[in-house]
């Protein structure tokens, strides 16, 4: 069965880095867009970022555009976030999602989704 493994959470200071990997198993990896979404105590869960199945496109919120980063490595099956100058308002739990189509940054356009891991961004 399809397994998104996320790892790479923590606790970080204001203006603080962190990177986050998603270690996919049971599908096509390259064949799959994958996204990270994030979801704050209370809060709906949010869009973060998405990378296309080549990696050759990639899709930021507003939010987190200039921050962070979205890459994947198809050889390992693998999809990062590198996330710089972080702020307390990035506080939540991250996850990793795939999605077989190709269009759609909502939560239900995703096909498969991770457990998550926390981020935690202290001020």
């Known amino acids: 069965q399809v397994q998104l493994v996320e790892s790479g959470g923590g606790l970080v200071q204001a203006g603080g880095s962190l990177r986050l990997s998603c270690a996919a198993s049971g599908l096509t990896f390259s064949k799959f867009r994958m996204g990270w979404f994030r979801q704050a105590p209370g809060k709906e869960r949010e869009f973060v970022a998405l990378?296309?199945?080549?990696?050759?496109?990639?899709y930021y919120a507003d939010s987190v555009k200039g921050r962070f980063t979205i890459s994947r490595d198809n050889a390992k099956n693998t999809v990062y976030l590198q996330m710089n100058n972080l702020k307390p308002e990035d506080t939540a739990a991250y996850y990793c999602?795939?999605?077989?189509?190709?269009?759609?940054?909502?939560?239900?356009?995703?096909?498969?989704w991770g457990k998550g891991t926390l981020v935690t961004v202290s001020s």
């Open positions: 999602a795939a999605d077989r189509g190709y269009s759609g940054t909502t939560p239900g356009d995703m096909d498969y």
């Open positions: 990378i296309s199945q080549n990696g050759g496109s990639t």
